[in-house]
């Protein structure tokens, strides 16, 4: 973008607009990208007021560009012998308040822009952490549906071979994300370590907890996503013991929120994939869901057929029709439409926590937040994942392990300082309760005033 072109005194509104137009157009095909940034950017206008630094020509320009695009080929052969091409992304994106930082996403759905989209919250989402992380993205269009372990671990091994290049603890720190758990995690860094003949635990987040991996990362977001839930109950008075929830999804994420929520004393009765959802009128059983998910790695129909008269198991159905008092969105972008936030909100839901990315569309918040209805952005809901992340780093560094007990306090502490900075900078601008405007612009102080600081880079 011809920055040094942008000198004249344009009203910061203006300019935005037009530089909303220039990134589509330099951008294109990548709505979930446009999507994210034209989210951030329509809660930016209060800051500018108050901060005009931020508005001068630059600082959103260089924000939303990233800083570096990586995208490679993925040969790899399947057990018969066939040879398959993939595609490799990383995005490292900004780097203003630490490595890069940000999950891997092995899903057929992966491109440039949904990696983008994915880096773009990254950046926001780690700084209100507060924990010195940037802000990066990866993936590959790799299905791992239906493969072996064999083919799995061949074609991690030929991610890495070109990532490893790329990355480093003290420049790009990758973890998980869909389709990439911990046996995946496993693959990549064993090929990491191999290549390199280095034993680097702080490159990469989300090991085995005997191998440098920390206590309570698998659990982390979905427990920090409850958490966030719990706090912005408790500003209005309310508290989750005791209430209905649905929660979308059956992966890592959704386990580890209904995990946390029935240990808080709430019943989630939902969990989907992406063929339909369940429905069970005795509260999830986690141990069977965990058993088809993780273990079976089945379809989200087993947990019906296995568990009897109480659940109910719909094709093709949205979580949004079941009535509850919280929702949990866990599973992809775009998930929870205008329609799902309204069936949510007839049947009078006090809260909406995003465990996934971006899984509301931007009529659907609309729609919770004119209803008065709690809503937790995923950038501030969901940080919890990468907050402990960073606590894993720090973990590797000291060449140490912290005790669960530990982990899982700084996970509280660093939620509550989360909800409450996101809450009070909405209240600071203006927008009291507006948990989206607070955490957008909390999160971008904190980037803009380390890349102003550091000049132009
Ligand atoms: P998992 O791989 O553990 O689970 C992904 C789940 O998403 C699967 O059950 C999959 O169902 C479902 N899914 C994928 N695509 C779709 C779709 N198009 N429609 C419906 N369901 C779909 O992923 P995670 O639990 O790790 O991630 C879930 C969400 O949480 C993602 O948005 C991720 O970015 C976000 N997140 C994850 C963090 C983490 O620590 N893992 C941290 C912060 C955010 P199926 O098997 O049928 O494809």
């Given at each position: 973008?011809?920055?040094k072109d942008q000198r004249a005194p344009h009203a910061p509104k203006d300019r935005l607009a037009s530089l909303r137009a220039e990134l589509e157009r330099r951008n294109p095909a990548q709505p979930e990208f446009h999507q994210a940034v034209r989210e951030v950017l329509a809660t930016l206008?209060?800051?500018?007021?108050?901060?005009?630094?931020?508005?001068?020509?630059?600082?959103?320009?260089?924000?939303?560009?990233?800083?570096?695009?990586?995208?490679?080929?993925?040969?790899?052969?399947?057990?018969?012998?066939?040879?398959?091409?993939?595609?490799?992304?990383?995005?490292?994106?900004?780097?203003?308040?630490?490595?890069?930082?940000?999950?891997?996403?092995?899903?057929?759905?992966?491109?440039?822009?949904?990696?983008?989209?994915?880096?773009?919250?990254?950046?926001?989402?780690?700084?209100?952490?507060?924990?010195?992380?940037?802000?990066?993205?990866?993936?590959?269009?790799?299905?791992?549906?239906?493969?072996?372990?064999?083919?799995?671990?061949?074609?991690?091994?030929?991610?890495?071979?070109?990532?490893?290049?790329?990355?480093?603890?003290?420049?790009?720190?990758?973890?998980?994300?869909?389709?990439?758990?911990?046996?995946?995690?496993?693959?990549?860094?064993?090929?990491?370590?191999?290549?390199?003949?280095?034993?680097?635990?702080?490159?990469?987040?989300?090991?085995?907890?005997?191998?440098?991996?920390?206590?309570?990362?698998?659990?982390?977001?979905?427990?920090?996503?409850?958490?966030?839930?719990?706090?912005?109950?408790?500003?209005?008075?309310?508290?989750?013991?005791?209430?209905?929830?649905?929660?979308?999804?059956?992966?890592?994420?959704?386990?580890?929120?209904?995990?946390?929520?029935?240990?808080?004393?709430?019943?989630?009765?939902?969990?989907?994939?992406?063929?339909?959802?369940?429905?069970?009128?005795?509260?999830?059983?986690?141990?069977?869901?965990?058993?088809?998910?993780?273990?079976?790695?089945?379809?989200?129909?087993?947990?019906?057929?296995?568990?009897?008269?109480?659940?109910?198991?719909?094709?093709?159905?949205?979580?949004?029709?079941?009535?509850?008092?919280?929702?949990?969105?866990?599973?992809?972008?775009?998930?929870?439409?205008?329609?799902?936030?309204?069936?949510?909100?007839?049947?009078?839901?006090?809260?909406?926590?995003?465990?996934?990315?971006?899984?509301?569309?931007?009529?659907?918040?609309?729609?919770?937040?004119?209803?008065?209805?709690?809503?937790?952005?995923?950038?501030?809901?969901?940080?919890?994942?990468?907050?402990?992340?960073?606590?894993?780093?720090?973990?590797?560094?000291?060449?140490?392990?912290?005790?669960?007990?530990?982990?899982?306090?700084?996970?509280?502490?660093?939620?509550?300082?989360?909800?409450?900075?996101?809450?009070?900078?909405?209240?600071?601008?203006?927008?009291?309760?507006?948990?989206?405007?607070?955490?957008?612009?909390?999160?971008?102080?904190?980037?803009?005033?380390?890349?102003?600081?550091?000049?132009?880079?």
């Amino acid at each position: 973008m011809p920055v040094k072109d942008q000198r004249a005194p344009h009203a910061p509104k203006d300019r935005l607009a037009s530089l909303r137009a220039e990134l589509e157009r330099r951008n294109p095909a990548q709505p979930e990208f446009h999507q994210a940034v034209r989210e951030v950017l329509a809660t930016l206008d209060p800051v500018f007021a108050v901060r005009p630094e931020f508005a001068e020509p630059g600082v959103v320009e260089r924000l939303v560009e990233p800083e570096r695009q990586i995208i490679f080929r993925v040969p790899w052969q399947d057990d018969e012998g066939t040879v398959h091409v993939n595609r490799g992304y990383r995005v490292e994106f900004n780097s203003a308040l630490g490595p890069y930082k940000g999950g891997l996403r092995f899903h057929p759905s992966v491109n440039i822009g949904v990696v983008k989209f994915l880096g773009f919250e990254q950046i926001f989402k780690n700084a209100l952490t507060g924990l010195g992380i940037g802000g990066g993205k990866g993936g590959s269009d790799f299905d791992p549906h239906g493969r072996s372990d064999a083919e799995v671990m061949r074609f991690c091994q030929s991610f890495m071979t070109e990532l490893q290049r790329h990355i480093g603890e003290h420049t790009d720190v990758p973890a998980g994300d869909i389709g990439v758990g911990g046996r995946e995690i496993g693959y990549l860094f064993g090929q990491y370590r191999r290549i390199t003949n280095r034993w680097e635990a702080g490159v990469f987040t989300g090991k085995g907890r005997g191998w440098g991996g920390s206590a309570i990362r698998p659990q982390a977001t979905g427990y920090g996503s409850v958490l966030f839930a719990a706090e912005m109950l408790a500003r209005k008075g309310a508290a989750l013991d005791g209430q209905t929830a649905v929660v979308s999804d059956s992966g890592n994420v959704a386990i580890y929120t209904i995990e946390k929520l029935q240990q808080l004393g709430a019943n989630p009765i939902t969990a989907s994939d992406s063929t339909g959802y369940v429905v069970d009128e005795k509260g999830i059983d986690l141990d069977l869901l965990k058993q088809v998910k993780e273990v079976e790695r089945a379809r989200i129909s087993e947990y019906a057929a296995y568990r009897g008269s109480s659940a109910r198991y719909v094709a093709g159905g949205r979580v949004w029709d079941v009535a509850a008092d919280v929702a949990f969105p866990s599973a992809t972008q775009n998930e929870l439409d205008a329609e799902g936030a309204l069936a949510l909100v007839r049947n009078g839901v006090k809260a909406v926590s995003e465990g996934a990315n971006m899984p509301t569309t931007p009529e659907a918040v609309h729609i919770l937040q004119e209803a008065g209805v709690a809503f937790g952005p995923g950038k501030a809901a969901n940080a919890g994942g990468v907050a402990v992340s960073a606590l894993e780093m720090s973990q590797n560094a000291a060449r140490t392990a912290w005790t669960a007990e530990r982990v899982e306090d700084e996970l509280g502490a660093i939620m509550r300082a989360i909800h409450d900075v996101a809450y009070e900078t909405a209240e600071r601008y203006g927008a009291p309760g507006d948990y989206v405007t607070g955490a957008n612009i909390a999160g971008f102080e904190r980037v803009a005033d380390a890349m102003l600081a550091q000049g132009l880079i």
